[in-house]
């Protein structure tokens, strides 16, 4: 029934087939490898079932019996280490006893790779963690479509700062664990990490009800701040590269020390799961936020990938970074998990003029930063972003006639004077005129005479500042 086989070196997959046990130093996958370990010494302890007929014999790829440990470890971004459960069914991990046999993992790259395909069933990892059961659970009750594989790990992190944070897709870490307010929330963040790392092929994800269980130190360390029965789960949005803040899951179990009946759709089965107190989950997040230049006017917009019990935006403004003005006010969405983009538009020449002067409103740099109020009144400051708006010149021929008319469109400032001067490609001048601008966007008629087919050059000049615009006759 089973047999202990000593491994002398470390570069084995072993690979689980749904009758037996595939130890394979040749695998094409080498060096990624699994090392088991029990006591101070390398071994494989395995218990295998090889009956001949009956529901046993078909489902059961691996028995944990007689307390049984599996221990995973060393795996890395490059070389991740795989135990292959190559079996679709939920009894390919099988335990004779409960809580009797375990598997640690304690790597994000430590995986147990369960070869599922699209069938459905509650498929559960025995972890176990300083002594103690602590499995995890992917009851499948939607199938996915097209894929083979789904990846698990879990470890234990750092109290102080959830570290090592994982990555979102295997290979990019997840950039922050701040909360709304732009603070580190590991105090309020379990102090472990979960994978379920879905994206072998599936062009639909497994819908699925997850369970995550743990031991009381990770929330009850005195560096955390966490009300347990407020526990719930949380993902890393791998799409957007956010946090999800408006999808937690589950409901937590003090007594059991576990968070159940976090029913997952498809859409939202994402990498990397932390169990948060859900009265400061991880970030809204704020994806984008700029300003631009539009002419006298500076377009300011932001995108956010989810909000919750969002009130309103505030816009203020200012020249030095350090005094601000309120300048604007946009409603937010209250709660949304979808992409959501805003605009407000700064009147340049007229608006705030104690603030910016009118000698300033052009060619000098504006700050600009956004603030967010809850509906409880707590106000998050996002960091500021700088604008410098040059005066802008232009000259557009908008028409030219049999009647020997040019008809020119000059943008440039109200209330200036331009010099207009109309030359030929040997540099002789044609036409000059001094026009007195009364509007920003002003239309000037030049009356020069019948000109000969060709190309010649506008020039517009303004003080210290010269445009020159070809034009084809």
């Known amino acids: 029934m089973g047999r202990i086989r000593q491994l002398e070196e470390p570069d084995v997959i072993l690979h689980l087939d749904t ?25 494989i302890l395995f218990i295998l079932s090889l009956l001949i007929s009956g529901l046993f014999a078909q489902n059961n790829a691996l028995i944990l019996n007689g307390a049984a440990y599996v221990v ?3 795996g890395t971004s490059g070389t991740p280490i795989r135990l292959i459960i190559n079996q679709s069914n939920a009894l390919g991990i099988y335990r004779p006893v409960a809580n009797n046999g375990w598997i640690i993992s304690e790597g994000e790259f430590n995986y147990v790779q369960w070869n599922l395909a699209t069938s459905t069933g509650n498929y559960v990892i025995p972890y176990s963690y300083s002594s103690t059961d602590i499995p995890f659970s992917m009851n499948i009750t939607g199938a996915g ?20 944070i994982p990555t979102y897709n295997g290979a990019t870490t997840i950039p922050n664990i701040n909360n709304a307010s ?14 379920v790392d879905a994206t072998s092929g599936y062009t639909t994800k497994p819908a699925a009800t997850l369970t995550f269980s743990y031991i009381d130190i990770e929330h009850s360390v005195a560096s955390n701040s966490i009300t347990e029965a407020n526990l719930q789960a949380q993902s890393y949005n791998t799409t957007t590269s956010s946090w999800v803040i408006t999808d937690l899951f589950g409901t937590d179990v003090p007594a059991s020390n576990y968070v159940n009946n976090a029913v997952v759709p498809a859409s939202k089965l994402f990498r990397a799961w932390v169990l948060v107190d859900n009265t400061s989950p991880l970030p809204i997040e704020l994806v984008a936020f700029g300003a631009t230049c539009n002419r ?24 030095d970074a350090q005094y601000w003005t309120t300048i604007g006010q946009v409603s937010g969405a209250g709660n949304s998990n979808q992409t959501l983009q805003y605009y407000y538009q700064d009147q340049l020449e007229t608006s705030n003029l104690k603030l910016l002067p009118a000698a300033q409103q052009a060619g000098e740099t504006i700050y600009y930063r956004l603030l967010q109020s809850d509906y409880d009144g707590k106000v998050t400051i996002y960091n500021p972003v700088s604008l410098h708006c040059e005066k802008e010149h232009s000259i557009n021929i908008i028409k030219f006639s049999e009647s020997d008319e040019i008809l020119i469109s000059v943008h440039t400032e109200a209330g200036s004077s331009v010099f207009l001067n109309l030359s030929d ?3 002789r001048t044609l036409y000059t005129k001094k026009e007195n601008i009364s509007f920003p966007d002003q239309t000037l008629i030049i009356k020069t005479g019948h000109l000969p087919k060709g190309i010649y050059y506008f020039t517009l000049q303004e003080e210290n500042n010269v445009f020159t615009k070809k034009i084809f006759l």
Not at 145 to 164: I, R
């Open 72 to 74: 995973l470890n060393g």
């Open 182 to 195: 732009g603070s580190n929330n590991s105090a309020k963040m379990l102090d472990r990490w979960w994978i």
């Open 145 to 164: 479509v097209g894929g083979s594989s789904v990846l698990f790990s879990t470890y234990h992190t750092a109290a102080s700062d959830n570290l090592p």
């Open 19 to 43: 009758r037996k046990l595939v130890v394979n130093p040749e695998h094409p996958d080498v060096p990624q490898y699994i090392m088991y370990s029990m006591v101070k010494k390398i071994y």
């Open 425 to 427: 490609v040997l540099g």
């Open 296 to 319: 006298e006017k500076a377009m300011i917009s932001w995108t956010t990938a989810s909000e919750i019990n969002n009130d309103f935006f505030e816009v203020q403004k200012s020249t």
